[in-house]
């Protein structure tokens, strides 16, 4: 019986740890744990992410702080924003909602937030301490595929992990992340030649391409870990970047989209807000 990894029900149950730690920190220092949000513009999709991390906030006790500016605020304007944010110490965390309009420069805004505010962990700062094996912030996705593989019982030393794609924020820190638990690991993307070659080869097959359902039967070694990162729009509602009704009879364990990876994120960004809070003790 192939296990269906349930990225709900360990994100409940971070949640419940996350809403004690916000708990006990307030007893401690009899401050809220808090949390700002910013969104630019009106993309919707954007808007919906943004509201279901406020929720998740809400349920746990932090407090946010939300701004919402409009899609052509300037640059400077919404650097500004960020230094205010990281000098009001009721703000723990900083969440810049992404992407964010064309004209701003991406880059220099993510880069503005302080480290120790960084609870997405997409600063050069702590993806550089992820490569120097050090502490700090990491980034959500990688860290919640790391926390279902670990609720699982999945081993990571010595195993071949392949991660398809090469994202800032996900497939690189992701490689680190699993490279750092002892992972034989091959990095592929849009260049990789016979992708479903080297994608046999996986014990642990990481997919974060975000491209509807692109790795097939082909793909999929008999007994391998297959953990979807990727969340698509396509006709039939929302698909991962596995094709999951090929994949699950092949696999020991996969992850389905929706309700695999994508609560595991947005519940790693409220741990990573407690832990900020708590690091400034
Ligand atoms: N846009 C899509 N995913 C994310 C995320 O995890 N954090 C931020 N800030 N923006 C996103």
């Not at 920190?25 to 999709?45: I, M, R, S």
């Not at 991660?163 to 800032?168: A, Q």
């Not at 020991?252 to 994120?265: E, L, N, Q, R, Y």
Request: proline share 5%.
């Amino acid at each position: 019986m192939t296990v269906k990894i349930d990225g709900n029900l360990v994100a409940a149950a971070v949640r419940k740890e996350v809403a004690e730690g916000v708990q006990t920190f307030h007893n401690q220092t009899g401050q809220q744990v808090g949390l700002a949000v910013v969104l630019v513009g009106e993309d919707p999709a954007s808007a919906v992410y943004v509201r279901m991390k406020e929720a998740d906030c809400a349920e746990v006790g932090i407090r946010t702080f939300d701004t919402r500016l409009p899609a052509d605020t300037a640059q400077d304007e919404l650097l500004t924003l960020v230094d205010e944010l990281n000098a009001d110490a009721r703000v723990h965390g900083i969440l810049v909602q992404l992407p964010l309009p064309a004209h701003i420069d991406e880059e220099a805004v993510i880069n503005r937030i302080a480290p120790s505010k960084d609870v997405d962990g997409f600063t050069a700062s702590n993806l550089g301490r992820i490569m120097r094996g050090a502490c700090g912030l990491r980034a959500c996705t990688p860290l919640g595929v790391m926390r279902l593989l670990e609720h699982y019982g999945i081993d990571i030393e010595g195993k071949h992990a392949v991660v398809v794609g090469r994202s800032t924020i996900v497939g690189k820190p992701q490689s680190l992340l699993l490279l750092e638990k002892n992972a034989t690991v091959t990095i592929c993307h849009s260049r990789t030649a016979d992708l479903p070659a080297v994608c046999r080869q996986a014990d642990i097959l990481v997919a974060a391409v975000g491209r509807a359902q692109l790795l097939g039967a082909d793909c999929i070694k008999p007994g391998a870990v297959v953990i979807d990162v990727g969340i698509n729009r396509s006709d039939s509602g929302l698909v991962g970047d596995v094709d999951y009704a090929v994949a699950e009879p092949i696999a020991s364990a996969i992850t389905p989209v929706p309700g695999g990876v994508g609560p595991m994120t947005r519940a790693m960004l409220i741990e990573n807000t407690l832990q900020a809070a708590q690091d400034t003790q």
